[in-house]
């Protein structure tokens, strides 16, 4: 399994309209790409502003591409990223998982 991980900024006044687009738009786009395996986002306010990082996990690198293109490294964003973020960092990492306890 791959972890692909991404890190955005927001300014702090967006946080709630920000948050629900994530949860309405972007993570519905992950389901539905097959070796979509889960997701867990996070958020820190941190100096006026919200970072956020969002750790997705998929059974390998070609089903990523499926997701994101054949240039896998390259960060995803939707056109309403263009109202939120507040700079877009070009490339994401990608971890191989090898072990994982969730107890949520």
């Known amino acids: 399994m791959i972890a692909r991980i991404w890190h955005g900024k927001i300014s702090i006044e967006s946080v709630d309209v920000y948050t629900d687009f994530l949860k309405h738009v972007a993570i519905p786009d992950y389901q539905k790409t097959v ?3 889960g997701l867990t986002f996070l958020r820190q306010v941190r100096n006026g502003e919200v ?11 070609e089903v990523i591409k499926n997701f994101a293109g054949q ?3 390259k960060a995803k964003y939707y056109p309403e990223d263009n109202n939120f973020l507040l700079e877009f960092e070009e490339k994401v990492q990608h971890y191989e998982v ?3 306890v969730q107890l949520l």
């Open 35 to 37: 070796g979509f395996k």
């Open 51 to 61: 970072h956020f990082n969002l750790i997705t996990f998929w059974e390998n690198l």
């Open 71 to 73: 240039d896998f490294e």
């Open 98 to 100: 090898f072990a994982s």
